[in-house]
């Protein structure tokens, strides 16, 4: 069965500029939530989307949004980018709690 | 607050040998407990995970030792082989309804290097 697919893998952008991100989990799951990863902070919690309800959000600024739609796909946007918004983004999937969380392969932000 | 340490960001071992991995909780309220392996720009793949209820998992090769009176796992591979070789995370969830739902606490990481 398919995994989860980030898209895009990559992506360039501008200081100021903003950028949607987008998961599509595994097929059933109803949990997706999103990470981000930098060498210096490792794998932060960013916020987690079941049944279209956030149910929970990391301590980041108001620029990190997401949301979830009906068939459980969910996107991620940032606004206003800074340097420091560089990172690897995460999304994972699971059926919920006491299952495995399954993890997209990440889309590689740079803030230029 | 780091509220799950592996306080080793390294670990080498020599190929058919064990590797033990450790990973240290705070919060008690943590109810399951996974191990991934990540290699660099690519997402960390699940490798076993451990319910409260239990104080041992495996999997092949793979086995997690939950202690939860020291709030401490482990994970041991036995043989160890040189394709193990990356950055193995630990992370912890709550129940649900907790402040911790639906999220993954996840330690530094340790970077396993597998010498032939």
């Known amino acids: 069965k398919a995994g989860v697919t980030q898209t895009p893998r990559y992506l360039i952008k501008t200081r100021g500029q903003q950028v949607t991100l987008s998961c599509s989990p595994i097929s059933g799951h109803r949990s997706v939530s999103w990470y981000q990863q930098t060498p210096g902070q490792g794998l932060q919690f960013l916020f987690e989307?079941?049944?279209?309800?956030?149910?929970n959000k990391g301590n980041f600024p108001g620029r990190f949004s997401g949301r979830q739609f009906s068939n459980s796909r969910s996107e991620m946007n940032v606004s206003t980018l800074e340097l420091g918004d560089s990172a690897l983004y995460l999304c994972a999937s699971s059926l919920g709690q006491g299952f495995g969380y399954t993890f997209g392969s990440g889309t590689r932000l740079t803030v230029v | 607050d780091q509220q799950v340490k592996q306080n080793s960001p390294s670990l080498s071992v020599q190929e058919g040998r064990i590797s033990i991995l450790n990973c240290d909780y705070t919060?008690?309220?943590?109810?399951?407990f996974l191990w991934y392996k990540k290699y660099p720009a690519e997402g960390p793949t699940f490798l076993i995970s451990i319910s409260s209820i239990k104080d041992k998992n495996e999997d092949g090769r793979f086995t997690v030792f939950l202690n939860k009176s020291a709030k401490h796992l482990s994970l041991h591979i036995v043989p160890s082989q040189p394709g193990d070789s990356a950055v193995y995370f630990c992370a912890a969830s709550a129940y649900e309804g907790s402040s911790n739902t639906g999220k993954l606490i996840f330690g530094q990481g340790t970077t396993l290097q597998v010498k032939p």
């Open positions: 919060n008690s309220m943590f109810d399951y």
């Open positions: 989307y079941f049944s279209e309800t956030q149910r």
